[in-house]
């Protein structure tokens, strides 16, 4: 496979792949399919792939699991020059731009995994970004552009160096800046959720740091059982983001 192609600017999947070839094309450097693996999915990727002039060679299963350990490549596998990401600058003349933007913040998000799963819901409610701290907190990696399940093609990834001042930001343009925590007294379906809005969650169990929760507007409860502490990161957001479609669909 090409030397050049990094780690980072990996892409494997069938969705993902799929979505790159969609959203990107041109972002695609080679594909890397397995030659002895028979699939109709995998055969339109290919074809499709083909139709774009996009470089397709075939390989073995052991070739794409050297690039992929964990194994769950399906398949597929795409050298991939991800775009440059949107800067906080950018974020903003978008929020500026649309009307009643809904948004996703995540603050302390380490998983990959639960970064695709947050990327792939908020692709689902057509939130205008998922926001997330630059340091301490899990990147756009192929893992989770995996479990994005091509999402990540479809809303922005945006990365901040300082979290708290974008809330700032964001609020200075009209956004309602609603935190989770499961301390809060105010029920989440009691809250509007209907105007501009930014969501914002912490990492399981943790939750939100102290200056985040601070910088929110209004701090709202997920209701759930006395038995279960918190929900994982990627079920809230679902719950929390559809709920504000919900509202604005009434």
Wanted: include cysteine; charge should be neutral; charged fraction near 25%.
């Amino acid at each position: 496979m090409s030397r050049e192609a990094r780690d980072d600017a990996l892409v494997h999947g069938i969705n993902a792949v799929e979505s790159v070839l969609t959203h990107g094309p041109e972002r695609v450097l080679t594909l890397w399919v397995d030659a002895g693996r028979d699939d109709r999915r995998l055969g339109a990727l290919v074809k499709q792939a083909k139709t774009l002039g996009i470089s397709v060679q075939p390989t073995s299963r052991k070739a794409l699991d050297r690039r992929v350990p964990d194994g769950r490549h399906q398949g597929v596998v795409a050298d991939y020059r991800p775009p440059p990401p949107l800067g906080e600058v950018e974020l903003l003349d978008r929020v500026e731009a649309a009307t009643a933007p809904l948004l996703l913040v995540l603050d302390g998000v380490t998983d990959p995994h639960n970064l695709g799963a947050c990327m792939r819901t908020a692709a689902a409610v057509g939130a205008l970004a998922v926001v997330a701290p630059r340091d301490r907190a899990a990147s756009l990696t192929p893992a989770a552009r995996k479990a994005a399940s091509g999402a990540a093609e479809a809303v922005p990834f945006v990365a901040v160096t300082n979290l708290v001042r974008t809330l700032a930001s964001l609020k200075q343009l009209g956004i309602w800046v609603i935190g989770t925590a499961g301390d809060a007294e105010q029920d989440l379906y009691a809250q509007d959720l209907r105007g501009s809005t930014a969501l914002v969650l912490g990492a399981e169990g943790s939750g939100m740091r102290r200056l985040t929760a601070e910088a929110c507007d209004a701090l709202v409860r997920i209701p759930i059982e006395p038995a279960m502490e918190s929900l994982n990161v990627s079920v809230a957001a679902g719950v929390c983001l559809f709920e504000a479609v919900r509202q604005r669909r009434v």
